[in-house]
């Protein structure tokens, strides 16, 4: 099979990787993908692509004239732009949910809708088309601490975490005056803040059938002990022991299972990854939100960890089969992955650096560098070109001893302003 991966960040690469080692693939295409998938050496070759991932017309084109069996998306923004929508329209495969049921993430208000109906334990919000009666709500109501979020995407950023009344007042004029996150903020939800622990609970499903997938948990603020700004992801590590098995029955009962129903009773079935992130509160588990694919960079320890081959798990979704596959298969070993950024991250990133010791990381057992944003320079070196830039993923018999191989990797590898943090499945 030919295989199209759309995106270009580590989740795709880690996509592209895996979907590579699978007996039935021939070639894997990959648009943009990054220096990391274009310097990938495994039995499959992978080519990168210049297509933008919103370039429906040029991948359709592309898909068409190279052969492409499947598609894959990694990202949410051409899901919510209707990327499967266009190519289902010229009957091409796709894995990923369409437009309608990409919502899920697309829309938090939506979202919340869609927990309501199906009874799915979440904070319940109050939405607002501005800022005056947002206000009056927030200036009315009890002083508790509150969560401002921008109702449309906002590549995470669109959450504003408040402990007080004029911070929440200040969101609410950050989201819907200033614009800061443009039309995500047409629409903004308030909720009170959860105290907890975050963990991600990703499953497959072909919009009858769920298989969940093991707890990861993500480490979304920049520095060590969880301050600092909010990032798309610091690091990540599978499985997450705070999510028991009891607890993940408990999640897929009460969480997963009735989102699938409550999403086909409103006419929405949905295909693809569902991620349901997570605030483990004293009262039990709550919904924060969903996203409609794979976390970056929970994707990266997942993947590593998956024995299964990813390419029958993408057609027996798209296919509506996902109950005649045999149970996934998992490397019982923990995967721990470590992202290194940028000087200058979630900020504007100083970018254009060369990357010494990819190589000298390569050669290390149980380690896997996945690449997020890198590209080349003339001297065709390999150059930090993003925020985040890698994804170093160790395996070992023990989270600490795949934390230990992780920062092995990290070790390695050096540019003018790479950091990273230090603690990552230190949670665990
Ligand atoms: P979301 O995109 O809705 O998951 O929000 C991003 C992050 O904001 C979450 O991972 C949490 O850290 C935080 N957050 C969102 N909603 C709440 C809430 N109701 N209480 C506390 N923290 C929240
Ligand atoms: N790691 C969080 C996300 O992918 O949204």
Redesign the pocket.
Known sequence: MNILVVGGGGREHALAWKIARSPKVKQVFIAPGNAGTATETGLVPIQNVPINELDFAGLIKFAKANAVDMTVVGPEIPLCAGIVDAFESETLRIFGPNKKAARLEGS?IFCKEVLRKGNVPT?TARSFGNAKDAIAYLETGPEIPF?V?ADGLAA?KG?I?CSCRSEAVDAVRRIAESREFGEAGNQLLI????DGR?ASVLAITDGRTILTLPPAQDH?AAHDGGIGP?TGGMGAYCPAPLVDAEKLHWIEEKVLVPTVHALDRLDVPFKGILYA?L?LTRQGPRV??YNARFGDPECQPLLMRLKTDLVDIFEATIDGKLDRLPPLEWDPRPAVCVVMASQGYPGKPETGFPIRGLDEAAKLPDVKVFHAGTAFNEAREIINSGGRVLGVTGLGETIPEAKRAAYSGVKCIRWDGAWCRKDISDRA
């Open positions: 938090k904070v969560v979020k995470g959450v975490v909720e009170e803040r959860l975050e979304k909010n992130g605030m924060l939100e």
